[in-house]
T-cell receptor, first 114, second 113 residues
Framework: EAQVTQNPRYLITVTGKKLTVTCSQNMNHEYMSWYRQDPGLGLRQIYYSMNVEVTDKGDVPEGYKVSRKEKRNFPLILESPSPNQTSLYFCASSLGLSETGELFFGEGSRLTVL | KQEVTQIPAALSVPEGENLVLNCSFT??????LQWFRQDPGKGLTSLLL?????REQTSGRLNASLDKSSGRSTLYIAASQPGDSATYLC????????????FGKGTKLTVNP
């Protein structure tokens, strides 16, 4: 089944404790992206990747890192999480942003930073 | 800078009604427009994708239209059902190979039995 898989789905952590949210897609998509969704603010893009070893900042990259060493994986790294990073995070992928392909989303990862 | 607006933010209708959700965007130079559905606590599911050269797309009881020149798109849902209750988001992609998607904040639809 074609899908975008995120882990963990739910996580409670404390300020400053490094964490990684993994994202994997099995559709051989070139484009991958991370979003955060907050009440009243909608979906905001954190980072995106057009292909392996190519990443770029989105609208709200501060406090986050990403890597794209393999085509299928695009982990989101919070080196020193803070309470303002409490949010619902989504990973998404598509064939290529320059293509007409639609965007596929993971189920989301709800992160709480205490 | 592209801005996408969805009005109303919430809509409640009785089962069986036909309804229209609205999406407007400020920059008409778009590559495509996509409608999504989001159930509470879940990810987004793509419903319809309209290319800039198209006027509408249909899937089952859903019909999405696009008027680029006026910066508007509508999502028409026929014979609504309680299972259609969800938040519906639209997103536009600007012209150019690397333009990102810009999302609206969504319309929360409740269909009452």
């Amino acid at each position: 089944e074609a899908q975008v898989t995120q882990n963990p789905r739910y996580l409670i952590t404390v300020t400053g404790k490094k964490l990684t949210v993994t994202c994997s897609q099995n559709m051989n998509h070139e484009y991958m992206s991370w979003y955060r969704q907050d009440p009243g603010l909608g979906l905001r893009q954190i980072y995106y990747s057009m292909n392996v070893e190519v990443t770029d900042k989105g609208d709200v990259p501060e406090g986050y890192k990403v890597s794209r060493k393999e085509k299928r994986n695009f982990p989101l790294i919070l080196e020193s999480p803070s309470p303002n990073q409490t949010s619902l995070y989504f990973c998404a992928s598509s064939l290529g942003l320059s293509e007409t392909g639609e965007l596929f989303f993971g189920e989301g990862s709800r992160l709480t930073v205490l | 800078k592209q801005e996408v607006t969805q009005i109303p933010a919430a809509l409640s209708v009785p089962e069986g009604e036909n309804l229209v959700l609205n999406c407007s965007f400020t920059d008409s130079a778009i590559y495509n427009l996509q409608w999504f559905r989001q159930d509470p606590g879940k990810g987004l599911t793509s419903l319809l994708l309209i290319q800039s050269s198209q006027r509408e797309q249909t899937s089952g009881r859903l019909n999405a239209s696009l008027d680029k020149s006026s910066g508007r798109s509508t999502l028409y849902i026929a014979a609504s059902q309680p299972g259609d209750s969800a938040t519906y988001l639209c997103a536009v992609k600007g012209e150019g190979g690397s333009e990102k998607l810009v999302f609206g904040k969504g319309t929360k639809l409740t269909v009452n039995p």
